[in-house]
């Protein structure tokens, strides 16, 4: 996922309960050098959370926490992240992130 100058990826491990049980986030490109910065995701109720709705439409809300990375990456931000899920199993799962990295700056991708 992308907006263009912050690059960002990792994985989420959701519980089927509306909360995660894990999640790492990899992000390049908030800083004005060139560094990686990783987070963990704050897994503790009601921290992060997803819905999905009957329209196979969701939202979510994750609390990011920086586990390795300079200084100058943000010590914790929240994101907020809409999608659209396929209506196959084949499609590409489309996000809209309004906080992309914590950059302040919204972003949007496809997954698959």
């Known amino acids: 996922m992308?907006?263009?100058n912050v690059?960002?990826?990792?994985?989420?491990?959701p519980n089927g309960n509306g909360q995660y049980s894990e999640g790492s986030?990899?992000?390049?490109?908030?800083?004005?050098?060139a560094a990686?910065?990783?987070?963990d995701l704050n897994t503790k109720a009601p921290s992060s959370k997803y819905?999905?709705?009957g329209n196979g439409s969701g939202a979510e809300m994750l609390d990011w926490t920086l586990s390795a990375g300079p200084s100058l990456c943000p010590p914790a931000f929240t994101d907020m992240t809409r999608?659209?899920?396929?209506?196959?199993?084949?499609?590409?799962?489309?996000?809209?992130?309004?906080?992309?990295?914590?950059?302040?700056?919204p972003g949007a991708g496809s997954y698959e």
């Open 2 to 4: 992308n907006n263009g």
């Open 83 to 105: 999608f659209a899920l396929p209506s196959s199993f084949l499609g590409k799962v489309k996000v809209i992130d309004f906080n992309l990295g914590g950059s302040q700056r």
């Open 36 to 39: 990686f910065c990783s987070y």
């Open 25 to 33: 986030l990899w992000v390049t490109g908030i800083t004005r050098v």
């Open 7 to 13: 690059y960002a990826g990792g994985f989420l491990t």
């Open 51 to 53: 819905s999905i709705f």
